[in-house]
């Protein structure tokens, strides 16, 4: 309960500063959001949602954004996650440091240094602002959400844009650097969290802007080191396509990604289509599948997630959400499924949800 009331006030203070700051058009900007649900599983506890229900399930961050010059600006978020009962997140402090980079603009090249959001795929940049998701998170198997994944890089993005506006165009951005991550496993028949430093990271993506308004069509890879000590050590190595349709009654999104690591490799892909049936109410639908080998196993179905919900925007910046999902595979957290032992687990979870962000 102290927590909610923290993250309130410092929530409530930041929504006050900013219209200040936007009023004064001076050097410092301030956003942030909050993306707040209820959810409940049957069937196991997945995701960290228990059968019994959990309100214990949040985003939220503040973004400062201070302009050195026309060119130059340093950003920093700072941000809160709980995901229920989840053990590889359980341990996570109450505040972290998400971005913390100085960015500069040479003309249509652009570079950043520090902690940066990492160029993959439709949503990482923006994986946890509900206001703009259409369900709770993004599609879990592709970009997943605690373990084998990291939103940022410690190191150095550079970009480069051209085009777009009705012509072709491209957007193209390259890292390098290391993160921290959390591999997650089973032993004993009980999820485990295995700490673990990724370093000499590279990569990148380019999206190929259209002429047709709202679609673009992006490919991106990567290769970096998981040291030992970790569940799965060794040079991992990435590659992924995507294509982003925004209309204005329809959205359609799919993306595919293969990962390869010395001792399993994982296929994920999914599809999504929203139908906006007025500017405020917007139905979706979304299926997300992933796929494992694991030798002596050969390519086997890990995990599917079929989702429909249904959105209503209050406002832009306000919105309620309802969303329920059917899961069969291996990512439950109780029962715990082994893999090449114990057949596909098949659990329902429902997520009520509000977001809001300014």
Known sequence: MKRMFFWAAAFASGAALAPLAAQDAGPLSIHGYLNQAYATASGGDILGIPEHGTTDYRTAALLFRYALSGSDNLTVEISHRRLGDDIVTSGEPELRLDWAFYGHQFGDFNVRVGRIPIPSGIYNEVRNVGTVLPFYRAPFNFYLEGAFTSEVVDGVVGGYQTGGNGSWGVDASAFYGGWSMVQRATSGGVVIASPSRVENGTGGQAWLLTPIDGLRVGAGASRYTVLNGSVLPGVWKEWHGSVDGSFTRLTVRGEYRKISTPQIT???????????????????????????????????????????????AF????????????????????????????PPAKVKYLILSLATSF
């Open 315 to 342: 406002r832009s910046n306000l919105v309620v959400k309802a969303e329920g999902h059917t899961s069969t595979g291996y990512w439950t957290d109780n029962p715990v499924r082994e893999i090449g032992i114990d």
């Open 266 to 312: 994982y296929w994920t892909y999914y599809g999504y289509a929203g139908l906006h049936l007025t500017p405020k109410l917007s139905l979706h639908t979304q299926l997300d599948y992933a796929d494992l080998a694991a030798p002596p196993l050969t390519r086997f179905s890990y995990n599917d997630d079929q989702a429909v919900g249904v959105s209503y």
